[in-house]
């Protein structure tokens, strides 16, 4: 088959790859329908040393089942499915409590198991992990669906963690694909009034249509200032914080109110971050968010998506073929894409 590696910082590409096979009773293999280029693919692509490659990549699909393990019921060849980005048994303890990422049968893909910027995909635990869509779904609907995958559920993760409720005023930082989806998912738990910090005017005109109703395009402590001049001098009672910088987090702790959330899902590329008494200790706010588990999230996201009363799929603003990836990860790395759709 055909499949995406990535060698290096800035180097990716398609080539040849072995066809994934069953290894163990519990999976499937899946050939692949549609599939993307995340924003945290662009972290490895920019930092990337060339001994740790060529790596798999791609971590996002849709598919159709092609073959299944002796212990996999429920689902059968020709199966449209979604998958989230990480694999779990969705019977253990800690699934039962909807922490998927941390499954002790689970793990993520394109991390040893092999990507999904490819033509099919080997997928451990199937049975807890693919949700099978209708028959007959309408193609147009696809790049939605295809959110539930990992973009939508992390936005949602993040609004979800920070319990958003009727009436909140919630800044999301960050105009990418996650951001502008916590955007949606904020609206969705009730909040009232949603500040979008982002500066790329086309994104933060999508993060209006999702709900926003405030947009703070200014940085750092001028952008902390914003944010506070439209909430009073307090902030905000929940800040997602949908980029992975220390900057990003920064700005959360200078708009979250005493008292407040801060649920960061972006991945974060730092180790140290300010916990302490002047920061997060002092006025009482609470820290959480972390990978998605977003199989928790897509059976009560999946119904409007397909009856189209929301449309997560608008964040795709870029479509190119498999062979074609590495210049979706260009476009993206250039702004010149939100997020890129990948088609067989």
Same mark, same amino acid.
């Given at each position: 088959?055909?499949?995406?590696?990535?060698?290096? =910082?800035?180097?990716?590409?398609?080539?040849?790859a072995p066809d994934p096979v069953i290894e163990q *009773?519990?999976? =499937?293999?899946?050939?692949?329908?549609?599939?993307?280029?995340?924003?945290?693919?662009l972290h490895p692509y920019h930092t990337m040393t060339a001994a740790d490659g060529p790596a798999p990549m791609g971590h996002e699909f849709l598919g159709t089942v092609e073959e299944v393990g002796s212990e996999v019921t429920g689902l059968r060849r020709g199966d449209? %499915?979604?998958? *989230?980005? =990480?694999?779990?048994?969705?019977?253990?303890?800690?699934?039962?409590?909807?922490? #998927?990422?941390?499954?002790?049968?689970?793990?993520?893909?394109?991390?040893?198991?092999?990507?999904?910027?490819?033509?099919?995909?080997?997928?451990?635990?199937?049975?807890?992990?693919? %949700?099978?869509?209708?028959?007959?779904?309408?193609?147009?609907?696809?790049?939605?669906l295809? $959110?539930?995958?990992?973009?939508?559920? $992390?936005?949602? #993760?993040?609004? #979800?963690?920070?319990? %958003?409720?009727?009436?909140?005023?919630? $800044?999301?930082?960050?105009?990418?694909?996650?951001?502008?989806?916590?955007?949606?998912?904020?609206?969705?738990?009730?909040?009232?009034?949603?500040?979008l910090m982002g500066r790329h005017q086309s994104r933060t005109d999508l993060g209006r249509f999702f709900g926003a109703t405030d947009v703070v395009a200014e940085r750092g402590e001028e952008g902390i200032a914003k944010v506070r001049e439209l909430t009073g001098g307090q902030g905000s009672r929940a800040v997602l914080e949908a980029v992975g910088h220390m900057p990003a987090y920064e700005m959360a702790i200078g708009a979250?109110?005493?008292?407040? %959330?801060?649920?960061?899902?972006?991945?974060?590329?730092?180790?140290?971050?300010?916990?302490?008494?002047?920061?997060l200790f002092g006025p009482n706010v609470t820290l959480t968010g972390g990978p998605a588990p977003v199989r928790a999230y897509i059976d009560a996201l999946l119904p409007a998506v397909l009856d189209g009363t929301v449309e997560p799929g608008r964040v795709f603003d870029r479509t190119v073929t498999l062979e074609d990836t590495p210049e979706g990860y260009h476009a993206m790395d250039q702004r010149e894409a939100l997020k890129v759709l990948v088609t067989p």
């Amino acid at each position: 088959m055909r499949a995406t590696f990535m060698y290096k =910082a800035g180097d990716v590409r398609v080539q040849d790859a072995p066809d994934p096979v069953i290894e163990q *009773p519990t999976d =499937a293999i899946v050939r692949i329908v549609r599939s993307c280029v995340c924003g945290s693919d662009l972290h490895p692509y920019h930092t990337m040393t060339a001994a740790d490659g060529p790596a798999p990549m791609g971590h996002e699909f849709l598919g159709t089942v092609e073959e299944v393990g002796s212990e996999v019921t429920g689902l059968r060849r020709g199966d449209l %499915v979604v998958s *989230p980005f =990480a694999y779990a048994d969705n019977t253990c303890e800690l699934c039962r409590e909807g922490l #998927h990422t941390s499954c002790p049968q689970g793990g993520f893909f394109a991390a040893g198991i092999g990507g999904c910027q490819a033509e099919a995909v080997r997928v451990p635990q199937a049975q807890g992990t693919l %949700v099978k869509l209708p028959k007959g779904v309408d193609e147009a609907l696809l790049p939605g669906l295809l $959110t539930l995958a990992d973009v939508y559920g $992390t936005g949602y #993760h993040a609004a #979800h963690q920070a319990r %958003v409720r009727d009436g909140d005023t919630v $800044t999301v930082i960050g105009d990418g694909a996650v951001g502008l989806l916590a955007v949606l998912s904020a609206k969705q738990l009730g909040a009232e009034r949603i500040i979008l910090m982002g500066r790329h005017q086309s994104r933060t005109d999508l993060g209006r249509f999702f709900g926003a109703t405030d947009v703070v395009a200014e940085r750092g402590e001028e952008g902390i200032a914003k944010v506070r001049e439209l909430t009073g001098g307090q902030g905000s009672r929940a800040v997602l914080e949908a980029v992975g910088h220390m900057p990003a987090y920064e700005m959360a702790i200078g708009a979250v109110r005493p008292g407040g %959330v801060i649920s960061r899902v972006g991945v974060p590329q730092y180790e140290d971050a300010p916990v302490g008494f002047g920061s997060l200790f002092g006025p009482n706010v609470t820290l959480t968010g972390g990978p998605a588990p977003v199989r928790a999230y897509i059976d009560a996201l999946l119904p409007a998506v397909l009856d189209g009363t929301v449309e997560p799929g608008r964040v795709f603003d870029r479509t190119v073929t498999l062979e074609d990836t590495p210049e979706g990860y260009h476009a993206m790395d250039q702004r010149e894409a939100l997020k890129v759709l990948v088609t067989p």
